[in-house]
């Protein structure tokens, strides 16, 4: 895990940040545009996955669903994220639910289209590549933290991933900007609400955490961090 003070404005796992600026210019050339308010979903877990999304603005959860209904938020898209099921040489289909949380504007890739650009342009392919396999290690290092942990280290490591990913320092340590509830919390890490709401409450008491009309605030990081025995992992990996 690392710390938000290596937050950059573009991030390390950003596909801007590996394609090169004639490529993300190709990519750009055949995105289509689409808006998509709160609580929309842009696609149903089982969907045929024919395209991929761009991240312009907003943010987006990347929802698995259980058979007894529970959720788990697999991955936060922000704006430079590209997300979606790309790489197989058969038809697929989306593994989880993509539901937008903050208003969005969304690029539209069509794999048939990204196909063309990759045959036409084979460097992309290589930056496409590298791109595919730190998203792998992201979700290693994520998962890994989830199940060594325990639920206490798995929140203790998923609020240290969203200090990163969404954190601005105040004079009280680290406000997380993205709104969120103890629901949201719990689906990411596989757990209730009820078991969020107390662990919660244990840490504002250590004076670890505070809250502030639905947003967090880290005012102890190292506290956390000690739970997890935190490795200072680079940006690209230690996000939410």
């Known amino acids: 895990m690392g710390t938000a003070n290596r937050t950059t ?16 210019e190709r990519l750009s050339q055949i995105m289509y545009p689409k808006k998509a ?29 259980t058979e ?11 704006p430079g994220d590209l997300f979606g099921e790309f790489g197989s040489c058969e038809p697929q289909s989306y593994g989880y639910d993509g539901i937008v949380m903050e208003d969005a504007s969304l690029g539209i890739i069509l794999i048939k289209d990204l196909e063309v650009l990759i045959w036409k342009h084979g460097d992309m392919a290589l930056q496409l590549l590298k791109w595919m396999s730190q998203m792998q290690r992201f979700m290693q290092s994520k998962f890994r933290d989830l199940l060594l942990f325990g639920k206490n280290g798995a929140l203790a490591s998923t609020l ?8 601005e320092k105040d004079e009280r340590g680290i406000r997380i900007t993205i709104k969120l509830t103890h629901t949201d919390l719990a ?14 409450s244990e840490y ?25 025995r935190c490795a ?4 690209d990996v230690c996000r939410i």
């Open 9 to 24: 404005p573009e991030a390390a796992h950003h596909i801007p940040q590996f394609l090169s600026d004639e490529n993300m």
């Open 187 to 200: 689906s990411m890490i596989g757990s209730t609400r009820e078991v969020v709401n107390r662990m919660l």
């Open 204 to 228: 504002k008491a250590a004076g670890a955490i505070e809250s502030e009309n639905g947003r967090f605030v880290v005012t102890n990081l190292s506290f956390f961090q000690a739970m997890v």
């Open 37 to 65: 308010a709160a609580g929309d979903y842009l696609f149903w877990e089982g969907d045929t996955s024919d395209r991929l999304y761009y991240v312009q603005k907003g943010t987006v959860k990347l929802s698995k669903s």
């Open 68 to 78: 007894d209904g529970k959720a788990f938020i697999l991955q936060v898209a922000q």
């Open 160 to 167: 240290i991933r969203l200090t990163n990913s969404y954190g």
């Open 232 to 235: 200072e992992c680079p940006l």
